[in-house]
């Protein structure tokens, strides 16, 4: 192997190890919270211009499986307001401050309310897009077919599908969280009521023997 070579692979390790730590990725995190009977709660995230913010939520857990939203602009507008829903995915391109979104669920007076959500922020850790001119330090390489801009260009896509694929987990867990409650509380009610049925069952079968035993009762023996 060439000393072109050599100074080409050393390189190539150098910047795919810089630029990966580096990319412009979407930064995203997720939460999962109880919301209790007629109460409000707020959150707040700070955005940057020309950035995204992504919103998923689902309700994992309570009667109805429903709960308020609202997404309020830094400068107090209300983008968007949603009631009783169960889920829902909203994306907006913001500008400079603090962003407030709100989960309601005043309108129960009895259930609480399990939720998970995610956000995903894109393009927050943009500065400018100021990229090393990395051509300045590669010499004698017209001879290899390979391209660093295709390699890092291969690197950049294949982590941003494996990020994907780490929210749509994310997802499918609370999918499979929310299912497994909507299970267990059908079987409680399930149970309840067929206790209930056998109870009534076994009430009207004995006021069925009383009533019986007293139509064919010997009243000879009472006047007597």
Known sequence: MGKEAVLFLMLLIHYTVRHCLGFSQSVDSDYTFTLPAGHK??????MKKDATLEIEYQVLDGAGLDVGFSLISPDGELLLSEERQSDG????????????????????????????????????????????????????????????????ETINSVKGRLTKSAQIQTLLKAFEARDRNLQESNCERVNFWSVFNLVVMVVVSALQV?????????????RL
């Open 41 to 46: 709660e707020c959150f707040f995230q700070p």
């Open 89 to 152: 995915v909203h994306s907006v391109e913001t500008v400079d401050g603090d962003y407030q979104f709100c989960f309601d669920n005043t309108f129960s007076r009895m259930s609480e309310k399990v939720i998970f959500f995610e956000l995903i922020l894109d393009h927050l850790n943009d500065e400018g897009n100021e990229q090393e001119d990395w051509k300045n330090y590669i010499m004698g390489t017209d001879l290899l077919d390979m391209k660093l801009e295709d390699i890092l």
């Open 210 to 222: 009383y009533m019986l035993r007293s139509i064919f009762e010997d009243k000879r023996k009472s």
